[in-house]
């Protein structure tokens, strides 16, 4: 065999691949789909179908669903191909799933489903499929995770205004989570608050049952001062609330 000169950069198994890392933004994104996929069980029982869907391979999604892989099938955690392309955001390979027969609100052991995935990764595209073909904008059980929820603890306005646009209650409220508006003041996210301010009479509910104006500042005091500075300020230029009424 030629010799390989020294000093060549080294290549990865992947044809085409360049040496060196990835980008940031790209392994920003790759870490938190993965603390998602891990949450909602390990790799060891996923299908090539499971991974086709995760990675966007809409080919090999194909040629497995042509070679009788079930579209449905499942993890020990009631995963589905479904649910990895949503996290994702593969628009085509949802697609192709749910032409395919795929449930689109199949949900695993904790409640997740491929809408609640969509509104992890960001995926408006992967929504209005979901949406369309009789996705639930809420499950059965209260306490189980909320889309809405997810969507503003992610910072995905576009995706919250979607959901609102499809009649999702902007002041639907999950047990240990408070309400959507707590949510993105939470987590501070802007865009999302504004959005579900400019919504008829918007309410602010810990997960506590509290007004976060009303709350008592504990060991996180400067956060929730923020945040409710925060709060204050949008709702004095939303103007279908006041500060007063919720102290009522």
């Not at 995935?117 to 499929?129: D, I, P, T």
């Not at 189980?144 to 919250?160: D, I, L, N, W, Y």
């Amino acid at each position: 065999m030629p010799e390989v000169p020294r000093g060549a950069p080294q290549m990865s198994r992947k044809r085409g691949a360049e040496p060196g890392s990835l980008p940031e933004h790209v392994a920003e994104r790759k870490k938190a789909c993965w603390g998602i996929l891990t949450s909602q069980g390990s790799w060891a029982d996923r299908s090539p179908l499971h991974e086709a869907a995760s990675q966007g391979r809409l080919l090999a999604l194909r040629t497995l669903l042509a070679q009788g892989y079930h579209t449905n099938i499942v993890t020990i955690d009631h995963v589905t191909p479904l649910h990895e392309a949503c996290l994702s955001g593969h628009v085509a390979c949802v697609r192709a799933l749910i032409n395919a027969g795929a449930n689109v609100n199949a949900a695993t052991i904790d409640g997740v489903t491929p809408l609640y995935n969509c509104c992890a990764s960001g995926s408006v595209g992967c929504m209005e499929l979901l949406l369309q073909n009789g996705a639930h904008t809420y499950t059965a059980c209260t306490h189980f995770p909320s889309a809405v929820h997810e969507a503003c603890k992610r910072g995905h306005s576009q995706c919250v205004e979607f959901l609102l646009s499809h009649g999702v209650d902007p002041d639907h409220e999950v047990s240990h989570l408070g309400s959507p508006l707590y949510m993105s003041c939470l987590h501070q996210h802007t865009a999302c608050s504004k959005i579900l301010l400019h919504r008829e009479e918007p309410v602010l509910i810990s997960a506590e049952g509290q007004t976060v104006l009303c709350m008592q500042l504990s060991d996180r005091t400067m956060l929730i001062r923020c945040q409710c500075y925060l709060t204050m300020e949008l709702m004095s230029t939303a103007g279908t609330v006041t500060i007063s009424d919720l102290w009522s």
